[in-house]
């Protein structure tokens, strides 16, 4: 599939979601038959779910929420929860603001320094209820703050940045070893974002349990105009999962979960995501257009709010039902926003899979959106 | 023609309806030349049209009403009509409800227990006025009530869901086993929607006399959203009479029917259905947009109402013209909607074919929409 | 280029103008420089540019304009001018009517008989002009009248409908034997609409002049939606265009004329007509937006009147100038519609061509528009 | 890559910046050990960026901006400034007037003569500031004016035009002889717009110091539909980046700067230029939406007021931002419109390259826009 694009460059084809579909095989079964459970190192989920850390998806209550519900909140530890005591008032002006001004003022709101008690405090809430606790740095971060944050307990460390390597070169500071890093940890670490073939397979050399696929924010992301970097996310999840196979013989048998990080907006995605060879898919938009999200109605990633160089809107999304519901419905809609894992039981059903590792082998069609 | 989507997966391009159009040959034929006439099993009709088992379609007027006109009208026999001694009322109010309330009110009105002196009712009622008489079953009832249906006297027995298999898979409850129930049924079997050779394959293997050929409702159907799951028409339809080719050599000379269900919206999807293969439609929308249509103007399949899943869409149409001058016109109106039989006779006449076997033959080019 | 649509049906990639574009090569040249003549038979004229017979484009007095502006205008013999003494208020009538209606009232106007004496006297206005005098007939319609035609008079004898084939079937009457009727006809024929290589060769072979090249009415028409039927243009010129290149050969030197007829509606689809091999270009669309055409602002085909099955609509045309300018400038407006003579000098001395033959040989690249 | 368009044609895809992306590779970098730094002759620069020769780009205060912001503006000495004492009110009047006259009341503004003491006053105000001067004729004013020009002292000077050839053949007069002229004077020549490889090839072997490629304006250029032509640019670059490895290689190490000229609109269009091979971009319309810039608000290129067939338009501008912001932040948007060196810098360092001509190879992926 290598393109001449001209004379002195070649190009592979890559592959968005909207690109592909999944077909029906010759069998069908009962969506009661079907299993969504997902386990990452000794920690189990009823589904394949992590909620991203974005502060319009995942605050404390809704990462315990989530968590009650059989998936996995992520918070963001360099977000508003870190950085205020009581971000509520923020958040609610931050649904305020004029579409013009929003991101100048977000790149007020987060320039406010981080404060390793409310790290722990906030870390420690989550665990006092009862569910898995999983907290995100960025790599330029970790160095910093993850005495603090393994000190207040989690049980999943997520270094998540717009792109994240194994071999990051600076001529300013040592950059963060994270191989070594991981390897001095006791907690099982998720890293990325990873988008192609060789950064994952790096990356899962680096000891990580899981790899997330992706680039920036999906529907809040604008990196292709302003870096010219684009991640089409079906051909990224299976190149990754390329990686997963070659690595899981290259270690013996070492099995590094992928989990698409980005586009992954409606029920529709979750599927194409987990056919392109995903363990579990890390949801943004999908589940900041709960009405008990934190978002209030708006969704923003970190590039948002970069000082200098802001590469993501806040966008206004529908709310179309609770949390509860959007991941298991009943739904009163039908555009892939609410009821996600009954949407997913449902297509397993009718393509005729019965537990998500099965899944990643459906066959899959390319055909582009908006037609039929 | 396979894509390597990433390093661990591989696709099929497949197309839509719209991704193609038929050109002329060299030879051109006069419209009264042509030859429309379709027949499966003992039943003979003038046009190769069914009218789809949804509530906005098929009325058992309408049923009548096509069989007069040539064609077979297949009454959803899970519908209104066997749940409401008297559903005129109830379908004039779904066509009052607003559009965020619509889905919600039908989840309501469906959930009616069926009562099984209204199949027998309601067939009585079409077979009294002499046409051809067609009821539909999904799978998951058709157990349950085919008895009742057979003793009412059907002609043509239509087991019709969003994917039907030859091998369903239940840990809950015993499946219907296709191969038998059609074998001790006295009456021929339209079975489907399928949507590969390989699941076409194996409905016709259990006996079936036809194949619907589709993935949910078209026109009306968020499968694609909801679901992940989609089946570019062309494709499909062209796989599917693959499977008739193969399982006529392989059984020895059965022609099973290739019938495309979903995606035939005008007389040009209906040429096209017919040019991949296909030896008849199933209409829906189509036929919903005829004055004296029971939609009263909206349309949706049985997908839209489901209890906790919807995966369909209320659609308002424009209703141009009665369901006669849909059929046969004339025409006031360019769009495709109206005198689809005049169109597909003037289609045949002008690429030169004078009947629907050959005209299977006709040469098809690959053109995106939406260009010149 | 074939591709497998499915396991019954393979087709061809075909192409439209707004797929391609050309791109200059290694030279340039002065606009001065460049020649646009082009001859067919015994008739020499200074722009490829024939005038479509549709009542909004070709009136008597719209063809004498063309003609003396170095061009061809072709009348309708089956249009309004030869129905009624006097179109001029019915055309009024026509630009007024309110959209939903005009199909319905065009087809009432359309059902007046034709007058053998009304075409006598509008091909004499037109010869009284001193122009080159062409008028065109339905090859339903030529057996009927062309002796009428050829008494009153005609230089270039048009045979044009929808898709005209070198062998019509038909079980009610005689069809005309297109070879016969050429060779016993005194004046050059053009013939057409023609899709594909075989059809045109076939049409070359009864002793056309010319061949048109096309289906139906490009921007006015709608035989994708209503036949399912669709040529894309860039690849039927070509295709056709090989068909004069193997019968210039099989005949020993006969060479025929492809007039690209459909899809050509601005400056940038002539150079590309041309580009693909067309010898000149009948315009339809981009004559009806003179000040001065017959449309008086809208624009139709044949095909969208037809007494059952139009498959055509009116238009409403934009009337940036009047004939002149839109043929030779000045032009005050960017889009391609005015000035066309202007652009494809500019066109071809851009990059690098001196004459029309020559310029078929120019570089094209594919590239699907809205994109750059 | 060749396609059949047809049995007498074949074409080649051909790609525009939208139909591409990068990917990051497996290393990262810091922002702040990337350089951007470009230089061509004797001339160094921060940054790859030139200012295109439009009026609504370049006066001789944005060129000495952008000189001292690291660039090199180049003035069009064929523009307002050169023909007008004080060309500012005219300016302004441009930017008033509606928008169905600006085409007309530009073509009369544009027809006064150029005044040889104006171009030397322009450029002198130039160099009196201390920055690089650079002034760009047409090839057709070449002969006429590069005495004075050369007289006033320009460093770089610049012949552009739709397209430039090194053959270009005229019968009214002598045409410029490239070959000659270039080596009869002292200073680097940037010739341009190219297309092609062989085009390229041929302007490389002139003795250019640099060959712009591309045809016409880009955003306010609409040469695809009055010409026909349309030269996408992503395939453009890559194939003269073609053209420089050979030349390079034919002349024993003459290294000819490859610049981007048309289409680069965002941030992320610099990225992908650079990342086909150029060596520096030409911004337009980019450079016209700083608040500072002459165009007040609007940009339009020499093609919009030719006198008789104008191929290009005024289009209105956002201004988000002074010319420093634009091109160095802080941006308080996110589409790719301000902070364009500091996106580059952001993206080289997210892909892991240290300098620019390392970047050039960057892993590209097709990938149409408005997906994911």
């Not at 297509?347 to 069609?365: C, H, N, P, W």
Request: net charge negative; aromatic share 6%; with cysteine.
């Amino acid at each position: 599939m290598e393109i001449e694009l001209g004379r002195a460059k070649r190009a592979r084809r890559a592959f968005a979601f909207d690109d592909i579909a999944v077909v029906p095989s010759r069998r069908t079964r009962n969506p009661e038959d079907v299993s969504t459970a997902w386990s990452i190192d000794a920690y189990q989920f009823d589904i394949p779910v992590l909620g991203a850390p974005m502060d319009s998806v995942t605050s404390p209550e809704t990462a315990i929420a989530l968590g009650k519900l059989g998936g996995l909140g992520v918070l963001d530890l360099e977000g508003l929860w870190t950085r205020y005591d009581d971000p509520a008032s923020l958040l609610a002006e931050i649904a305020e603001l004029p579409c013009g001004e929003s991101i100048a003022r977000m790149q007020e709101l987060y320039s406010e320094p981080i404060k390793p008690e409310l790290v722990r405090e906030r870390l420690a809430q989550i665990r006092s209820a009862g569910v898995t606790v999983a907290g995100s740095l960025t790599p330029q971060r970790t160095q910093e703050l993850y005495e603090t944050v393994v000190a207040a307990g989690v049980d999943v460390f997520v270094i998540r940045g717009t792109t994240v390597s194994a071999e990051h070169v600076s001529s300013v500071s040592e950059p963060l070893n994270l191989k070594k890093f991981i390897y001095d940890l006791d907690v099982p670490v998720i890293v990325g974002g990873a988008a192609t073939y060789t950064a994952a397979l790096h990356l899962m050399r680096t000891g990580a349990a899981g790899v997330l696929v992706g680039f920036g924010g999906g529907a809040a992301s604008t990196t292709r105009a302003t870096l010219g970097i684009h991640v089409p996310m079906a051909t990224a999840v299976a190149d990754v999962a390329g990686a997963r196979r070659d690595y899981l013989d290259e270690s013996g048998g070492r099995y590094v979960h992928v989990i698409a990080d980005g586009g992954v907006g409606t029920s529709g995605d979750i599927v194409k995501a987990l056919a392109m060879g995903a363990d579990a898919v890390m949801l943004g938009v999908a589940l900041a257009r709960a009405t008990d999200a934190p978002g209030r109605g708006f969704h923003w990633g970190p590039e948002a709010h970069h000082a200098t160089l802001p590469r993501g809107k806040r966008i206004r999304v529908d709310q179309p039902a609770s949390l509860e519901e959007i991941l298991y419905g009943p739904a009163s809609v039908a555009d892939g926003t609410t009821n996600l894992i009954g949407a997913l039981r449902k297509s397993m059903a009718t393509t005729g899979y019965s537990d998500l590792k099965e899944f990643q082998r459906i066959e899959v069609v390319v055909s582009p959106y908006a037609t039929d």
